[in-house]
């Protein structure tokens, strides 16, 4: 089945599923840091934290603040709560409520709190995204940076000097006489030209930086395996797409098994989310960002059968080159050398 009839396989199967009862949900992101220098900010010591529970608090009809939900974060330090209905959240807050055995190094004190903004609105389904998280260590990292006032010694006593006595007049040298005119040397011959380099050969493409877009069939080909930089055909799914995918396709799957995935809604799914963090690596214009795949893979996985088509197809619409408001995106492949 070529992938254009597979869209309108999909997007048959999401009218069949839309003819039930929909029911608007609200989607909260985001990120948990480990603060080494306990700084308040995030710099190049930090990383991100497995392990840690995030707690969003609300406030009540009686206006005092309850615990609504708490997760727990991924691999990658990312945590996604998920409420039924569209609940008003500009009130609340998201923080750091405590830690599992994965970062129990660095979680000894919490950072303050963030409260979610609303990025979209759209089909009875609004996502909010939270500013990162930070949790601190008991004591600064030992390569910290540690910025102290330096004391300032107390000036001492001006003492005044003795006066300066006058210098005597100051004799003048005789004018020095004048050189000879230099005898200006003949012309160097001219040196002959050098040969013309040789022509360098041409450099691979680079489509980092325009807008490429490539189906699951054209990373499958072997005159492209040069473009799997940032991850191998072999790593497994788990490793990337986190514990939640790991559940679903088992931990010996690898990515190039996941991209052979067809007829079932679920490995539909991770074939064309592979495709498009494969996408997301190769073009810096590509619709979705790395964490973005990533994140939208979790959720779809976490959710029904209807989320994980509705999911699956817009990957497939991205990775050819057809997401609405980007403009259409060819692939930019070349064969390796």
Known sequence: ???????????????????????????????????????GQISLFDYPLYGIKVGMACPGSDGQFTMWREETTNWLGNYAMKFEGTPDL??????????????SGCGAAAGPAMYPRLMFRMFDMEMYTVDPLL??????????????????????????LPPVPRLPPVRLLPPVPRLPPVRLLPPMPRLPPLPPLPQLPPMPPVPYFEASACPHQKWMMPEYKC??????????VAIIFGPI??????????????????????????????????????SIQFPYH?????????????????????????????NSGTTAGTGAATCRFTPCK
């Open 135 to 160: 949790s601190q260590p008991a004591q600064p990292m030992p390569f910290c940076s540690r910025s102290t006032s330096p004391v300032v010694a107390p000036a001492p006593p001006v003492r005044l």
């Open 1 to 39: 089945m070529e992938w254009t009839q597979e869209i309108f396989f999909i997007a048959f199967l999401i009218a069949a599923a839309a003819i039930h009862e929909a029911h608007g949900y609200a989607v909260v992101t985001g990120t948990v840091f480990c603060d080494q220098c306990k700084d």
């Open 290 to 318: 790395p964490l973005a795949v990533i994140q939208h893979m979790n959720w779809a996985l976490m959710g029904s059968t209807r989320q994980v088509l509705h999911t699956a197809l817009s990957f497939l619409r991205a």
């Open 90 to 103: 500009s009130g609340c807050y998201s923080q750091v409520s405590g830690n599992t055995q994965g970062s």
């Open 227 to 236: 473009y799997w930089k940032m991850v191998s055909p072999d790593t497994k």
């Open 245 to 282: 995918a790991g559940r679903r396709y088992g931990t010996d799957m690898t990515l190039w098994e996941g991209m052979n995935g067809r007829g079932d809604p679920y490995r539909t799914l991770l074939r064309e989310g592979t495709t498009a963090l494969l996408n997301s690596y190769s």
